[in-house]
């Protein structure tokens, strides 16, 4: 049917051997292009999706984004090139030349010697229209093709740079990364509903469990980073955790990501609450100074006013106690001391009858213990809270939630 | 008993509030210690466990290690300084003067002028004894006490050192980084058994599902990254997978990580296979900028002889297929180019009674569809083929496997 054929057609010139009379043209993202310092007229080739089209007499416009930036390219091309499959969404592969553009709104613009279309889009189904901007809300109907929404399309390229600003800063600081384990046999802390795990064949035979033992899926990576804190002094873990928490609010996700520290030899809350500041403020830095584009877009049209507000939450760092809740989002950090008496402990175990399970846990307090003490970021939250994006199913590209798991 | 006593009093001292008369001293790591450039007898602070005591007669020598280094910090004290509670394994904060070191063996030491233990081991049953090197059979039963070996500490600091590398590989390449959803209902593949997941509350009556479908634990997170190389062009993931394998052999685990990439206009197999090499090369040459001495002690006590068959393994790359596997560690990449064509897959699924459930998939190849591939790397594998370490149990923090998830 409609993109059947223009595939095949891609796929066929794909899988035939290509014999280039010419040297080809060096390939280069939509980022690097409007980035190009010289446009001394050497040919490129840029691939990427249609985002708009606009037809005069002479001439032909199209802006091609291929997800690197926010921004398009806008490309130049005689008319002759105009066709009815040159149509919002489809994906295309331009040659030609990067010039400065006599247009204010960009420096770089591309004449284009070629056009290829790659893949047809059948405009007519497409949930997404030229130039409309759909409420979050109506996108998230559309779990597979929301990412080429604006919209989606700057928060999850600002999630993937906050990302490695998390990563970056605990490095720098000297931290030992950890992957805390998804499925664990502690069902400590009691913190709300479970998630357990069997494999598919054995769902319904629970006692034979394939570990031996019940096990879960992760509620915290905390029990495990004391151990690890106990020789590496600093460690911290950036992964999934999960709640079956009955709740389609727009607080709450059944799998979320949290980044978690411990940090032995602490000597107060103030110690942690300085790791915590330093961790906000410099993931928000680069965040900002990575993708002002994507953030204002957020801003601006997402949240107005959310700028303000972001900088007025950071002050709250001066004067917030360890657990740090952010108005409209909730606990953006929870962050203790941990028990180091070893005898307390002990005998908090044996009153839950828990001394067997956890004598682990009792051994670290036995074998060269150290005061310390963690706290966990809440990913989605932070998110949520730099960003004023109202719903948590906005910020993380596949919400997990009661009654939902599509795709 | 034996450490709650001065874990007590640590805790006190702790607690009570600090009233430095002097200038308090600078804290560092190991590490930075070591590092020190200038050891102009300012006075510093180190905090960490006891590796080793020789005492003699006039002197004695500690060294000290906190895990930010395979190499510990020579402290040389009076011999006043003795006591039975200076021990392997206790932990103490020592404060004095880095000064250069006579021997031959450390630039730096520290003179130390203040040693307070901070946390005794009860050496008798801790089960590591000073100076000896047990082997991994025997430390893997210790999986909360393991971490303070020489072995798992410079495995644990190799495999954060990758976990960075590889994000900063590619960012650096212009990928955006995806939390791919760690439960989900597609079952495809049909790779192995599947681990499905219940509220623990549920898991009696599957017929009520959370997430009003069954729901599993990713195998992979392929088909999630095709829906965002759709906008990205270039997109990653690196987090754990899932498989409900009923083996406890040395090369299974039920819960392992994977880097996996795909990538949007691709032209060959050889497109990919450039970008799983450069990923390869890149990680391990960081790696071994990184961490020498902790990889010289994997390649000379874990698997001697192990550094030049690292490097005969990486030549394979240039004549491999798109799956790679490595002599006794198995597949550790594997690739290919996905398939295009709109009415083959549609037939295909047509004919598993999947077309409804998979609409999405072919949604993709609807709306703007590109030549598309993409790969995959087990990342203990990866660590087990540069490290040459035999069992896959001794490169993730906390095994899970049939008939054990302990802690």
Redesign the interface.
């Known amino acids: 049917?409609?993109?059947?054929r223009c595939?095949?057609r891609?796929?066929r010139s794909?899988s035939s051997a290509?014999c280039p009379r010419h040297k080809p043209s060096a390939r280069l993202?939509v980022?690097?292009a409007l980035g190009a310092r010289s446009t001394n007229g050497e040919r490129v080739k840029v691939?990427?999706?249609?985002r708009s089209v606009r037809s005069q007499k002479e001439v032909l416009f199209l802006h091609i984004n291929?997800?690197?930036s926010l921004e398009s390219l806008q490309v130049v091309a005689d008319s002759s090139f105009d066709s009815r499959e040159l149509a919002f969404?489809?994906?295309v592969?331009v040659q030609g030349q990067l010039v400065k553009s006599p247009s204010k709104k960009q420096n770089v613009e591309m004449k284009a010697e070629k056009i290829e279309i790659?893949?047809?889009?059948?405009t007519k189904?497409?949930p997404f229209k030229y130039k409309e901007r759909p409420p979050l809300e109506y996108v998230r109907q559309y779990?597979?093709?929301r990412?080429?929404t604006n919209a989606?399309?700057s928060i999850?390229?600002i999630?993937?740079e906050a990302?490695?600003a998390i990563?970056?800063f605990f490095?720098d600081s000297?931290f030992?990364?950890?992957?805390?384990?998804?499925?664990?046999?502690?069902?400590c802390e009691g913190a709300g509903?479970?998630?357990?795990?069997?494999?598919?064949?054995k769902?319904?035979v629970?006692e034979e469990n394939?570990?031996?033992?019940?096990?879960?899926?992760t509620v915290s990576g905390q029990?495990?980073l004391e151990?690890?804190s106990?020789?590496?002094?600093q460690v911290f873990t950036f992964?999934?955790t999960?709640r079956?928490e009955n709740s389609q609010s727009r607080r709450h996700l059944?799998?979320f990501?949290m980044v978690e520290a411990e940090i032995?030899?602490v000597?107060?809350l103030q110690d942690l609450m300085r790791v915590m500041e330093r961790l906000f403020k410099t993931a928000t830095m680069t965040v900002l100074s990575n993708c002002p584009e994507d953030v204002e877009l957020c801003h601006k049209f997402i949240a107005p006013g959310q700028k303000v507000r972001t900088y007025a939450k950071k002050q709250l760092f001066n004067v917030a106690a360890v657990d740090l809740l952010v108005p409209g989002v909730g606990e953006l950090f929870g962050g203790s001391l941990r028990e180091?008496?070893?005898?307390f402990l002990e005998q908090r175990l044996a009153r839950l009858g828990l001394t067997e399970a956890y004598q682990?846990?009792l051994?670290?307090?036995?074998?060269?213990?150290?005061?310390h003490g963690g706290f966990g970021m809440g990913f989605e939250r932070y998110l949520q809270c730099i960003l004023g994006i109202d719903n948590i199913k906005d910020v993380?590209?596949?919400p997990?939630f009661?009654?939902?798991?599509?795709?």
């Open positions: 049917m409609f993109g059947a595939l095949l891609a796929l794909c290509p993202s980022r690097d691939q990427g999706w249609i291929d997800g690197s969404g489809s994906s592969e790659v893949g047809n889009c059948d189904a497409f779990p597979h093709l990412c080429r989606l399309g999850l390229r999630r993937s990302t490695a990563h970056s490095k000297g030992v990364h950890i992957h805390t384990p998804i499925i664990t046999s502690n069902d509903e479970l998630f357990q795990v069997e494999p598919s064949s769902i319904k629970p394939f570990f031996n033992v019940p096990a879960f899926l029990l495990h151990v690890m106990g020789a590496f002094t992964g999934p999960f079956a059944a799998e990501y032995s030899f000597e107060s180091e008496r070893y005898h682990w846990y051994d670290l307090r036995r074998f060269g213990s150290v005061p993380i590209p596949f997990r009661t009654h939902s798991c599509v795709l």
